[in-house]
């Protein structure tokens, strides 16, 4: 699957003076992956950056042979910057390190890439799974029956999230994992695979969730089997804005809540691999093209968001981001599964209408 978004303004040879630049994809089938997507387009299609950047994106799915494939040929069709986000840390490093060789500045955002030369940018992953675990386990007095839904095999977001949360259940002995299934990052098939807990074990039977992606899910299933909002168990999970909104007190004033996409009181943290990361990587590529010096690893701030600290963003400005708002009105934002941790200073050039459709700040 190959998409070209060669952004050229000018006829002739303004696009031959452009840099090719190659946007590598593995895995799409989640929110995340369409809104970081989204971000990188409108990076490249920025002021600051549309008469620079000759954008072609390609998805290889989660197949790493594949991934590997598509990178060896765009590096023969002349890339100059590959922003990738890697099925495995590891299972890229020879192409990755031939693309190196042959001039090529690598990226890899959120996941991270293991060979030497190439650059990184993502949060502390073992940070996100260990502070949300934490938050758990104080949450539960240090006991009780919890369920785990982890993210996508391989990738190194997956493996040392889910380490440093077992890591921290492993200090609490009346912590007890009863159920753990692969949510694959999608409010889809946490349905699924919480369905099947269900099947087996009521939610009477469940203390409390760790779950990559999948509260807002899990919230809304209570509701709908018919479990009061006041009741909800306590959650540890991803940064969606269905999930947010929920967490807002009862009775807050939000335009277009509907169903389960409403204020409930729910108890949660709420943290993110924050979608601009691609965004940010695209932005440091091109500098690196134009020789500036760029640290081999960006280490973005964790995200965390809590009951305490849930603030509504009623418009969705770049104003009010920067003024800390972290949830946004379901009017602005249909799609609960939507990610809401868009926010940084280092990408004024993407905000919200970035990461629904792809447009730049002006």
């Not at 549309?50 to 990178?71: E, F, M, S, T």
């Not at 023969?76 to 890697?86: S, Y």
């Not at 691999?273 to 010096?293: D, I, N, T």
Request: proline residues 6%; negative net charge.
């Amino acid at each position: 699957m190959a998409l070209s978004l060669g952004l050229a303004s000018h006829p002739g040879d303004a696009a031959a003076e452009k840099y090719k630049i190659y946007l590598s994809m593995s895995f799409i089938g989640n929110d995340w992956q369409a809104e970081a997507a989204n971000m990188i387009k409108a990076m490249a299609a920025h002021k600051s950056m549309a008469d620079k950047v000759d954008l072609q994106i390609q998805v290889a799915g989660p197949n790493a042979q594949r991934q590997i494939q598509q990178i060896n040929s765009m590096v023969q069709a002349g890339a100059k910057a590959i922003i990738v986000f890697p099925i495995s840390p590891t299972a890229l490093n020879q192409v990755v390190k031939n693309a190196c060789d042959k001039g090529v500045v690598v990226i890899a955002y959120d996941a991270e890439i293991t060979e030497p030369c190439a650059y990184n940018v993502h949060i502390d992953q073992h940070e996100a799974g260990r502070v949300t675990a934490e938050w758990l386990a104080k949450k539960l007095n240090g006991k009780g029956d919890i369920v785990i839904l982890t993210g996508v095999p391989g990738t190194s977001v997956d493996t040392q999230r889910t380490e440093a949360a077992k890591e921290v259940f492993a200090k609490y002995p009346d912590i007890h994992i009863v159920a753990e299934s692969v949510g694959m990052w999608s409010q889809a098939v946490s349905r699924t695979e919480l369905s099947k807990i269900l099947a087996t074990r009521g939610w009477d039977k469940i203390d409390g969730l760790w779950l990559q992606v999948g509260c807002y899910t899990a919230n809304s299933m209570q509701v709908e089997s018919g479990i009061s909002p006041d009741k909800l168990k306590p959650c540890a999970g991803e940064g969606a804005n269905g999930g947010r909104i929920q967490m807002l007190p009862v009775g807050t004033e939000v335009e277009g809540a509907n169903a389960t996409y409403t204020p409930m009181n729910a108890p949660r943290i709420s943290y993110a691999s924050p979608p601009y990361s691609g965004a940010l990587a695209l932005k440091l590529a091109v500098q690196k093209l134009e020789g500036k010096e760029i640290p081999k690893l960006t280490i973005l701030p964790l995200p965390i968001v809590t009951n305490d600290t849930i603030k509504l963003c009623k418009e969705g400005t770049w104003a009010e981001m920067k003024a800390g708002c972290n949830a946004f009105q379901p009017s602005l934002v249909p799609n609960p599964g939507w990610f809401a941790s868009i926010y940084s200073e280092q990408t004024p050039e993407v905000g919200l209408q970035g990461a629904l459709v792809g447009q730049p700040e002006e």
